[in-house]
């Protein structure tokens, strides 16, 4: 079955940086698009960004555009999000999800002190 575990999350200063990761098991990895949202306590999910089966297209939304960067190992089976300049309105949940289905992770906690 699909299986998506999120790792590495943490509490960091604002400004600091962190590098999640999702460790895909269940299907065939290299076909799909990956996508990393997250949520904030109170607030509905919202898209963070995501990347092509084979890495060439990364998009994000406009709140993390050149702060976070997507990228994917598909010999490990592996989709990072790497999170730079972290501000306080980034403290959320991150999930990762394949793209366009219901699978999604169980989330790591991210957390920006100030």
């Known amino acids: 079955q699909v299986q998506l575990v999120e790792s590495g999350g943490g509490v960091v200063q604002s400004g600091g940086s962190l590098r999640l990761s999702c460790a895909a098991s269940g299907f065939t990895f290299n076909i799909y698009p990956m996508t990393w949202g997250r949520q904030a306590p109170g607030k509905e999910r919202e898209f963070v960004g995501d990347i092509s089966s084979d890495g060439s297209m990364p998009d994000y939304s406009d709140t993390v555009k050149g702060r976070f960067t997507i990228s994917r190992d598909n010999a490990k089976n592996m989709v990072y999000l790497q999170m730079d300049n972290l501000k306080p309105e980034d403290t959320a949940v991150y999930y990762c999800?394949?793209?366009?289905?219901?699978?999604w992770g169980q989330g790591t906690q991210v957390t920006v002190s100030s």
């Open positions: 999800r394949r793209s366009n289905s219901n699978y």
